[in-house]
Nanobody, 124 residues
Framework: QVQLVESGGGLVQAGDSLRLSCAAS????????MGWFRQTPGNEHEIVAAIGWRGSLTYYTDSVKGRFTISRDNAKNTVYLQMNSLKPEDTAVYHC?????????????????WGQGTQVSVSS
C-alpha cells in the first residue's frame, strides 16, 4: 500500500502558475507509474497527466498539453505537477494516484482510494 499526500494548491488568477506535489510513503515508490487526476463537483475523476516509473514516459490529456508538466523525484518519493498558464476551467480538486496503463489511458489501481487532494481555484 502506498500512502499519498497532495499539496500545493491555491487560489490564483488566470495565467498564473502553481506546482503541485504528491508525497508518497509505504511501498517502494520508484516501482510505480504515477498519475494526477482532477475532479469537479458532480463529475468523475479525470486523468490529467501520468508518468512512468523511470520518468521517461509521460502522458497528458489534450486540454493541458503545453501548459502542464509532470515530473518525479524517486529519491524524494515525490511526483510533481507544474501548471502554467492556468485557466478557470482548470479549477478542481487534484489528486495523485498509483496508475496502470490501459493503452491510450491511465487508471488508478483497482480498489485504491483517493486521498484528500488539493484544491486549485483559478479566477478569471
Amino acid at each position: 500500500q502506498v500512502q499519498l499526500v497532495e499539496s500545493g494548491g491555491g487560489l490564483v488568477q488566470a495565467g498564473d502558475s502553481l506546482r503541485l506535489s504528491c508525497a508518497a510513503s509505504g511501498r517502494t515508490f520508484s516501482n510505480f507509474a504515477m498519475g494526477w487526476f482532477r475532479q469537479t463537483p458532480g463529475n468523475e475523476h479525470e486523468i490529467v497527466a501520468a508518468i512512468g516509473w523511470r520518468g521517461s514516459l509521460t502522458y497528458y490529456t489534450d486540454s493541458v498539453k503545453g501548459r502542464f508538466t509532470i515530473s518525479r523525484d524517486n529519491a524524494k518519493n515525490t511526483v510533481y505537477l507544474q501548471m502554467n498558464s492556468l485557466k478557470p476551467e482548470d479549477t478542481a480538486v487534484y489528486h495523485c494516484a498509483v496508475v496502470l496503463n490501459y493503452g491510450s489511458t491511465w487508471k488508478p489501481l483497482p480498489n485504491s482510494s483517493w486521498g484528500q487532494g488539493t484544491q486549485v481555484s483559478v479566477s478569471s
